[in-house]
């Protein structure tokens, strides 16, 4: 089941570098999601990784799930990984910001 997981994990992978390496094939703005729409998805897939690891273990802790301790684990550091992930991104923001804000006019 593990392995299933990460080949899951695998192709959603290589399906979002092959959408970022393509580009757009059309001009139209209104196609586009808005950066603050990509930001909310991203967000919400954190709090989704976040919240599913945190069923996971108190399912497991209380014996109400018959998933292995490496099940658990795995989605326990997917949480980690993608909520570190996201803050990365966020000071990452914070700096380009500060930089902005700190040019000369």
Aim: hydrophobic residues 45%; charged residues 20%; glycine residues 2%.
């Amino acid at each position: 089941m593990i392995e299933m997981e990460i080949n899951k994990v695998l192709a959603q992978m290589r399906s979002i570098s092959n959408t970022i390496s393509q580009p757009a094939q059309t001009d139209a703005a209104d196609d586009q999601p808005t950066f603050a729409a990509l930001m909310g998805a991203a967000v919400d897939t954190v709090n989704e990784h976040t919240s599913k690891a945190g069923q996971l273990v108190t399912d497991f802790e209380t014996g109400n799930t018959d998933a292995s301790v490496a099940e658990v684990m795995v989605a326990m550091q997917k949480a980690s990984i993608s909520f570190q992930a996201m803050t990365e991104v966020r000071n990452k923001l914070v700096d380009a910001y500060q930089e902005i804000m700190n040019m000369p006019i």
